[in-house]
């Protein structure tokens, strides 16, 4: 019997094994499934996949790269978007067209990133830094989070960086009008921005000149006098300053001299376009706006968006309509200017969208100059995004007032009594005894006696003679 189920087992083994082999795929391919779906990172419902989590897949990257715009979220390495690019020694830095290098970075910081693929990773090529406006403070609402700088409204949300100029957490009461400040913001349109982070250059007393710089679309110009209106607000420009060939509609940066009696232009020049290959994958964070000058679609960091699909352009209409926070979006420069959008994710937090979570809860490596600012309390106008907590020095929690009660003594309360100390058990050895050693009995050997069977003699017999001639009578018949 056990010879025939051992038979029957050797048989079926085979086919056992290859179905256990097949389960196991079936249950690793649903696996996948799973983990492909939104449920995203930290159950976020964001799953930005892709290289490095940008949320671009790496089709194509090889001979035309990818483009990532949003803020410095980490560094050790470079983060934007939750994608990680590294800074190679021949990397290219640019702060509005003028040169820079890599110790003008800093967390908040708004960037475009030109990255190409190699070999598994994402190397920075060029890093272009943004900001959004430097001048002087001319309106503060500490209650709001809200002040003014250059005719800009400009909203300090509880995760904007604000810093003094030697790097260090700056709380929002310490902000005053006249201060000359550097402001990172994403473009929420008619003038309003949202910030990133905020630097305080220096405090300067009213009516002291200081250098501005403005960045938005020219809204219209005037030749006599010559100046021109950038997000609403009304600028002179010096003769000679503007780049020529501007006309209304063009992104612009705008530089000169903040003084009581005016602001004046010294320098105006277009916002230089994305010099990329059609087919380059794009990555960015920020506000949709209308399509200016009547182009039908919406306008997102100077490119012209357009969804990929029916599906995506009715998500991009979606988006649009209720925008609470940044949005996220990914597609394909399929013109100049223009990007296919293959991915949306609205009312994302910009500071930590799709950051990868430290391993074993490190601490980032610092920046020199940005100590102290990759942790503390988390945005809280929407916290969608996994890993990082950035710091919200510009948030000063309220002290909660000591409440009295009149004629109200607490009772003390008796100290318990102590718990009596159980005696220490003396230790015990255990005497190693060892087992006997049970010799097998011997078996006696048993000799069977060889018996020899008896030999008996048979008589011989012999059979006697019938005399001859011998009658027998007949018998008569009755």
Known sequence: MKATLKAVVRAWLPGLRFVGVACLGLMLGLVGSIAATPGGIGGTGIDPGGIGGTGISPGGIGGTGIVAIGPVQRFGSIFVNGGEYELPAQTRYRADGQPASENSLHLGDLVRVHAVEQGGRLDALAVDISYAVIGRVSQIDQSQGRLVVLGQTVQILPGTLLRTAEDQPLPLSRLKVGDEVRISALDQGAGHWQAMRLTQLSVQPAGHGSPFLLRGKIEATSAQPQRVKINGVWLSVRSGAAQTGLT?????????????????????????????????????????????????????????????????????????????????????????????????????????????????????????????????????????????????????????????????????????????????????????????VVAPPQVPVVVTPTVAPPVVNTPSVTTPALPSGLQIPAVPRP
């Open 248 to 436: 209304v509609g063009a992104e612009v940066v705008a530089r000169g001299s903040q003084q009581s009696q005016g602001n004046v232009i010294d320098s105006l020049q277009a916002i230089a376009p994305l010099a990329a290959p059609i087919g380059t994958r794009v990555a960015m964070v920020g506000f949709l706006q209308a399509g200016s000058q009547g182009r039908p679609g919406w306008e997102l960091q100077g490119f012209q968006i357009r969804g990929a699909d029916a599906l995506m352009q009715a998500q991009l209409q979606s988006a649009a309509r209720s925008q609470a926070a940044p949005v996220f979006i990914a597609g394909t420069l399929t013109a100049a200017q223009t990007v296919a959008v293959e991915r949306v994710i609205p009312n994302v937090n910009a500071l930590q969208f799709a950051l990868p979570p430290l391993a074993g809860g490190q601490t980032p490596p610092a920046k020199a100059g940005d100590k102290g600012s990759v942790t503390g309390a988390t945005p809280q106008f929407i916290s969608n995004g996994a890993g990082l907590n950035l710091s919200s020095p510009a948030f000063v929690a309220p002290t909660v007032p000591t409440v009295i009660q009149p004629g109200f003594t607490a009772p003390s309360i008796p100290a318990a009594p102590a718990v009596p100390q159980v005696p220490q058990m003396p230790a015990v050895n255990m005497l190693t005894v060892a087992p006997p």
